[in-house]
């Protein structure tokens, strides 16, 4: 398909569909070598962890955009991986997320929400390298503006073009330079969705352990379950006991937990909105800010590593988001946590 195949088929999406033309926000990742599993993908987004994946209906659809935190709609296109966020205000757009998104990948993002912005941007191999806000080809900057030299030029030719050509020749710039396609009938079937948590500070940090205690991490990964799961028990309990958390739903997931029973989606729904309430004073900023309260933030975010190490349990103890936000909570005392996660795992050699 050419070029302006590709430019008419856009401008078609968008004069027939109303949400998009309000609101997208459409993220490619081009593999540079193989493909990239869906999991993966999710697991970039938040730096190396594991956000909750669930599958889309219709019911689910409206409720995301309206949930706490970030909805990431994913499919695939040939060997590219298309993240749709619907909103059009993009969480896969910050910085430190294209980051990861673009390692041995490159990464292509435009999104305009009904505030008005609207932008394309470029990363590959870890770094951003040049966006174009507005899709204004004379406002391009970044650490590389020439990589996105013939994108601009395209985006010259549309200055006095009638609505919605720009748009339109932006997504075509992105199929033509990752060989991927946003059909119209994108939303049609059912989509994997990362429900991605609200950030604990504005500095968007990794979730993934292995960027703070790697030998830890990796001493974790090889270890038998039943030395995972004792882990993850204790530092449950500390979180607990510290924060004064004895909240109705963690009393009872927890003592099912300690039991060695596997818990219900009921009562892991009933942990996440203790959770929601504790951090109802951030609601809908996107992240929380901890200067306001301290001891409101630390319990929060320690609440989400008991749920996190809660979900982690459930799936043979294979994954510990929760000590990342657990170390977050501690501060100060994680080291004497740290030093009890270690007795643990010196046991397995003895």
């Known amino acids: 398909m050419t070029f302006s195949e590709a430019v008419n088929h856009y401008t078609k999406l968008l004069?027939?569909?109303?949400?998009?033309?309000?609101?997208?926000s459409w993220t490619v990742i081009r593999p540079l070598d193989k493909s990239i599993a869906l999991d993966a993908v999710a697991a970039r987004l938040i730096g190396g962890g594991h956000p909750l994946l669930t599958e889309s209906d219709?019911?689910?659809t409206e409720e995301a955009e309206f949930s706490e935190g970030y909805a990431v709609y994913m499919g695939r296109s040939g060997e590219a991986v298309m993240l749709v966020e619907p909103g059009g205000f993009s969480y896969a757009s910050i910085p430190?997320?294209?980051a990861w998104l673009s390692q041995d990948a490159q990464v292509w993002h435009l999104s305009w929400n009904h505030t008005g912005s609207r932008?394309?941007?470029?990363?590959?191999?870890?770094q951003r390298l040049a966006r174009i806000p507005e899709l204004d080809p004379h406002a391009i900057h970044g650490a590389d503006p020439a990589a996105l030299q013939e994108e601009a030029a395209a985006l010259e030719e549309t200055r006095n073009a009638s609505w919605p050509v720009k748009k339109a020749t932006a997504m075509a710039i992105i199929e033509r330079r990752t060989g991927a396609r946003l059909p119209m009938d994108w939303f049609d079937q059912p989509r994997l969705v990362a429900i991605v948590d609200p950030l604990i500070n504005d500095?968007?940090?990794?979730?993934?352990l292995e960027h703070y205690e790697p030998d830890m991490h990796v001493q974790l990964q090889s270890a038998p379950p039943e030395y995972r799961q004792a882990v993850l028990l204790q530092v449950i309990d500390v979180?607990?006991?510290r924060f004064d958390l004895g909240l109705t739903a963690i009393t009872r997931a927890v003592r099912v937990a300690h039991a060695g029973q596997p818990l219900d989606g009921a009562l892991l729904e009933e942990v996440r909105e203790e959770w929601v309430d504790l951090g109802a004073r951030w609601a809908g900023r996107g992240y929380a800010v901890r200067?306001?309260?301290?001891?409101?933030?630390r319990r929060w975010v320690a609440v989400n590593a008991i749920r996190h190490s809660l979900r982690s349990l459930n799936e043979g103890a294979s994954f510990f988001d929760g000590l990342t936000y657990a170390r977050f909570a501690l501060s100060e005392n994680w080291p004497e946590i740290r030093a009890g996660?270690?007795?643990?795992?010196r046991d397995v050699s003895n």
């Open 239 to 241: 979180l607990v006991e």
């Open 341 to 345: 996660i270690r007795g643990i795992i």
């Open 15 to 24: 004069r027939d569909s109303a949400s998009f033309a309000e609101a997208l």
């Open 291 to 297: 200067e306001e309260d301290e001891n409101t933030w």
């Open 96 to 98: 430190q997320v294209m």
């Open 58 to 60: 219709d019911e689910f």
């Open 119 to 126: 932008v394309l941007e470029y990363a590959a191999n870890g």
């Open 203 to 208: 500095e968007c940090p990794p979730i993934g």
